[in-house]
């Protein structure tokens, strides 16, 4: 059995400690937990941070002073070694939502006194039972929306609050056997492969189809949405995304790893791609732009079965010269 116990045991301890300290305490929880030179990835307006204080008075204190009750709803957890840098290093990885009252405003964003969720997912890098590294990707439209202040046109897909697995089984709190993680990360790496071409030769459903079950589900971010079966996510992102785009680069990632049926990766940025055409309702500027991404996989047999998919559309934007978040919340305010 693959066995990250250890490492689980931080980042869960790490996320007790964190998730019951009020805004005050939060630097506190962070020099306990992580390291001294503690990187910190998050999307935009945040980048990279380093060191517990700066990620706690810059991130946490704020969104917690925003979000209060704040509430963790976990919905996948898994560790495994980092694939990139020849299985050196190993990592933690939650995915969920954190749930709060919107009580304050943030980031410009209005409160409502209501339940929001942050959708989240994060990459956790322990070393010697501290937290090192750690790339936090977080959906600021969807909250966004949630206040009343959609930042985006229309989009192709469905806006949800996303569910975690269809099998409710993505919580992998004790070992799993080696080669399902390993059956994991080969089909991941597979689809990769097919997906870094456009141009693998094949009608864009017999290429998805090569990896993927025919009824997945692709749980996109907020400004893009979330697609059901080959043929939608064909119609409503894929096909769309490909039309839009010209020369892009090659697929790079810091991390990815898997652990039983589940896996995933990040990058910083995943790749480069220059819009050519018409996307999400915005039009084409012919500059290059850079795609953060977290994906996250459920692996069904020998088919890839759900993904959930942090892109940060913000930065991507800003990198067009369209500020997303500033045009919105001063629109709202």
Known sequence: MADFQAEKDTVQAYHAALDTADPDSEAQVLADCTTPGYRWRGFHPFGELTGPQTVAE????????????????????????NEV?????TWVVSMGHLMGLFDAPWLGIRPTRKIAMLRYCEFNRVENGRIAETA????????????????????????LVQPGPMTHDGLLTTA??????????????AMVADLGQWNSGL????????????????WGPT????????DRYAQQHSGVFRSAFTDRSKTTHL???????????????????????????MPATGAPGEFRI?????????????????????HFWKTQGVDILARTTEIGA
């Open 294 to 314: 977290i994906d996250i996989y459920r692996r069904d047999g020998d088919k890839l079965a759900e993904n959930w998919v942090f892109v940060d559309l913000l």
């Open 255 to 281: 991390c990815r790893l898997a652990e039983g049926h589940y896996g995933g990766f990040f990058g910083w940025a995943n790749f480069t791609a220059r819009p050519t055409g018409g996307f999400m309702g």
């Open 136 to 159: 936090m990707y977080f959906d600021i439209p969807h909250l966004m929306v949630q206040a009343g202040q959609n930042p985006f046109p229309p989009q192709t897909g469905a806006e």
């Open 223 to 230: 400004g893009i949405g979330a697609t059901y079966t080959i």
């Open 176 to 189: 799993r056997p080696p080669e399902e993680g390993a059956a994991t990360l080969a089909l991941i790496n």
């Open 58 to 81: 810059t991130f946490w204190a704020p969104l917690k002073t925003a979000l209060t009750r704040l509430q963790r709803r976990q919905d996948v957890f898994l560790a495994g070694t």
């Open 203 to 218: 009608d864009l459903h017999e290429e998805l189809a090569r990896t993927w079950h025919d009824d997945m589900v692709w």
């Open 85 to 89: 840098d020849g299985h050196a290093s």
